[in-house]
């Protein structure tokens, strides 16, 4: 029986104000809220996760470990006000990206749910009690391929609608 239970956030336009194909800190801004969102995760003992498409890496624009970097800021700032990720998914892939390594029609670019089926594996999550939280209609249908509760996010404070996420799945 899985044991733990989860909510997945898309990144660029949930978590961060979206900007085109995001990879540089300097252009990093949080949406309202994102922070207290990941904090009110980690106090009810929910895995936060990151579940984010990533084809600028298939493009040529940015590479994997410049999103690394990224990403390991993005919990150096949430550890400064007591929050963190427990873990980070995407998909580098892209059918006709501009660089062949991933150039893939792979099972992980949402809404194809390979990414969420993959963390629920990893981490031994009940899909009962997982959410995936984000402001594209392809994060709401990857958590239904998943079989788990989908959230559009569509815009303001991230923090009510994680909160009623975290209360619609029992955690
Ligand atoms: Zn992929």
């Given at each position: 029986m899985a044991s733990k239970s989860a909510v997945f956030f898309d990144r660029d336009?949930?978590?961060?104000v979206d900007v085109h194909f995001l990879h540089e800190i300097e252009k990093f801004r949080w949406v309202e809220g994102a922070v207290d969102a990941v904090r009110a995760v980690n106090a009810r003992g929910a895995l936060a996760i990151v579940i984010t498409n990533q084809s600028g890496i298939a493009r040529g624009y940015y590479t994997e470990e410049e999103m690394y970097r990224l990403h390991e800021w993005m919990n150096e700032e949430l550890?400064?006000?007591g929050a963190h990720i427990d873990a980070f998914y995407y998909c580098p892939h892209l059918t006709d990206g501009?660089?062949?390594a991933y150039r893939e029609d792979c099972d992980c670019r949402k809404p194809k749910p390979g990414m969420l089926l993959r963390a629920m594996k990893e981490h031994d999550i009940d899909p009962a009690r997982a959410v995936m939280i984000g402001d594209a209609a392809r994060d709401v249908e990857c958590a239904e391929r998943a079989g788990i509760r989908g959230?559009?996010?569509?815009g303001g404070s991230l923090l009510p609608v994680t909160l009623e996420?975290?209360?619609?799945?029992?955690i």
């Open positions: 336009g949930t978590l961060n550890q400064k006000h501009a660089v062949e959230t559009l996010y569509a996420a975290l209360d619609s799945c029992g």
